[in-house]
């Protein structure tokens, strides 16, 4: 049961709103180039041999100035879901987002309930659970989602790139390195992502 995930079923009106302010948010961070250059996925023009290629770049440089080329490569697990509403907000705010229009997303975000349901040909065997909270996460299946969890994580390659080479598509990161000692690689590598996923809150929300 733990590897399914909830999906949103959108009726015609909260798609056509989620439309509405997917655009206009979109046309900010455009405007003021907010989004990560490292960041390829749910972008407009960008595709995964745009990643894939500055991935194979990025290697073959260090391996041709350094003798050691290591990476780390992580699919977040549960990534949608562990989006922190707190945290996405005072990001959403951080980026210019105010007043009504945040209180719009406080609003889209909020008071969201979710239950598992199993329909048979025979409706006197169908089974629904309870409703329960949803807490942590932006809707899967929806317009709006994919564009937030973006902003999420947009801050992370500046964490990453102090010291290494972030490539990022969606919910999918590969950090490239190089230093002359595996061991030390190997030491800082970890030291890193700890240091990373810790402060999103990936490691322990889920």
Not at 13 to 29: A, D, G
Not at 90 to 113: H, P
């Amino acid at each position: 049961m733990s590897n399914y995930r909830p999906v949103s079923l959108l009726t015609s009106f909260s798609k056509i709103s989620e439309t509405v302010m997917q655009r206009r948010i979109l046309k900010h961070i455009t405007n003021y180039n907010i989004l990560s250059t490292e960041q390829y996925g749910f972008r407009l023009g960008l595709k995964t041999h745009n990643a894939t290629y500055k991935l194979i770049t990025e290697i073959l440089n260090y391996m041709s100035n350094k003798p050691i080329a290591g990476g780390i490569f992580c699919d977040l697990e549960k990534a949608f879901d562990c989006v922190n509403h707190d945290i996405l907000l005072s990001k959403l705010k951080f980026y210019g987002v105010s007043d009504k229009d945040l209180q719009l997303y406080q609003s889209y975000l909020g008071n969201r309930y979710c239950r598992t349901a199993i329909y048979h040909d025979n409706k006197n065997s169908n089974k629904a659970s309870n409703w329960a909270k949803v807490r942590h996460g932006v809707p899967q299946g929806s317009i709006l989602g994919p564009l937030l969890f973006l902003l999420y994580i947009n801050d992370l390659s500046k964490i990453i790139n102090k010291t290494l080479t972030p490539t990022i598509f969606a919910d999918d990161i590969s950090i490239s390195f190089s230093l002359t000692c595996f061991r030390q690689s190997f030491a800082h590598l970890q030291e890193r992502k700890t240091e990373i996923f810790t402060a999103y809150g990936i490691v322990s929300c889920c």
